[in-house]
């Protein structure tokens, strides 16, 4: 299960029990569009340090204060939405790293189990925590070979929905239009010797992924899991006429 991964948007602290014991390794959080706030999210990130389960947040803006705050609380990486062109992503994709490779400010505490850190640990916690450019606008396709290349971006998250709104082609559908903008993120991590990582929430789409070599795969949403769980038990409860 090393290569999967599930999407939250709702701060529920027995889903992420239960994630756990069912074998999934690594979350990924969504800011932007969720209900957590900070207080909670600091809480979350907490309980799942405690868990030995990586969190990966996706952020509610491209702005410094957005990434600080959630590495601050102790997160594992960083997608960045809303990234235009490649001089926006160097600017904000800088807030992820400590100097000399970016500019993020120390504030000690969870990071670094609140303790002062060494200039090794500083070292560290650059390679460790990832920051991963969301491709999600067509400024940022056109430019996402020179995004990959950048010191301070650790990976790429392309956003499929938006990326074909973008570029004036209404919903996606993973389409061949879709899939040929896919093969160029994915193309574009491979050749940087970067990782890429898909949201995929179809059969097509993880054959698709694990194909061009995608790193981690998103597979379900929280929403979807939640629908799925009660849809499974109304069609139980018709089958055994229960109800209609």
Same mark, same amino acid.
């Given at each position: 299960?090393?290569?999967?991964?599930?999407?939250?948007?709702?701060?529920?602290?027995?889903?992420?029990?239960?994630?756990?014991?069912?074998?999934?390794?690594?979350?990924?959080?969504?800011?932007?569009?969720?209900?957590?706030?900070?207080?909670?999210?600091?809480?979350?990130?907490?309980?799942?340090?405690?868990?030995?389960?990586?969190?990966?947040?996706?952020?509610?803006?491209?702005?410094?204060?957005?990434?600080?705050?959630?590495?601050?609380?102790?997160?594992?990486?960083?997608?960045?939405?809303?990234?235009?062109?490649?001089?926006? !992503?160097?600017?904000?994709?800088?807030?992820?790293?400590?100097?000399?490779?970016?500019?993020?400010?120390?504030?000690?505490?969870?990071?670094?189990?609140?303790?002062?850190?060494?200039?090794?640990?500083?070292?560290?916690?650059?390679?460790?925590?990832?920051?991963?450019?969301?491709?999600?606008?067509?400024?940022?396709?056109?430019?996402?070979?020179?995004?990959?290349?950048?010191?301070?971006?650790?990976?790429?998250?392309?956003?499929?929905?938006?990326?074909?709104?973008?570029?004036?082609?209404?919903?996606?559908?993973?389409?061949?239009?879709?899939?040929?903008?896919?093969?160029?993120?994915?193309?574009?991590?491979?050749?940087?010797?970067?990782?890429?990582?898909?949201?995929?929430?179809?059969?097509?789409?993880?054959?698709?992924?694990?194909?061009?070599?995608?790193?981690?795969?998103?597979?379900?949403?929280?929403?979807?899991?939640?629908?799925?769980?009660?849809?499974?038990?109304?069609?139980?409860?018709?089958?055994?006429?229960?109800? !209609?």
């Amino acid at each position: 299960m090393d290569n999967v991964t599930l999407w939250m948007s709702q701060p529920h602290f027995s889903f992420l029990e239960m994630s756990k014991l069912c074998g999934f390794k690594s979350l990924v959080v969504e800011l932007e569009h969720g209900t957590f706030d900070l207080g909670t999210l600091d809480q979350f990130l907490a309980f799942a340090k405690a868990l030995n389960i990586p969190t990966i947040c996706k952020l509610i803006a491209p702005n410094v204060e957005s990434v600080q705050q959630v590495l601050d609380f102790g997160a594992s990486g960083v997608v960045i939405p809303h990234i235009r062109d490649v001089a926006h !992503a160097a600017e904000i994709t800088k807030a992820a790293k400590y100097p000399p490779m970016g500019v993020r400010s120390f504030a000690g505490g969870r990071v670094f189990d609140y303790t002062r850190p060494s200039t090794t640990g500083i070292d560290d916690q650059n390679q460790l925590t990832k920051c991963y450019a969301m491709i999600e606008t067509a400024e940022s396709l056109e430019d996402v070979e020179k995004i990959i290349a950048l010191d301070t971006v650790d990976g790429l998250f392309p956003g499929p929905t938006d990326l074909a709104l973008a570029c004036g082609r209404g919903a996606y559908s993973f389409n061949e239009a879709d899939r040929a903008d896919l093969k160029r993120i994915a193309r574009a991590a491979r050749e940087a010797g970067k990782p890429w990582i898909m949201p995929a929430w179809t059969p097509a789409e993880r054959q698709f992924a694990i194909e061009e070599g995608a790193e981690l795969i998103v597979v379900a949403t929280q929403n979807m899991i939640i629908r799925s769980g009660i849809q499974s038990t109304v069609n139980m409860l018709k089958a055994e006429g229960v109800v !209609a």
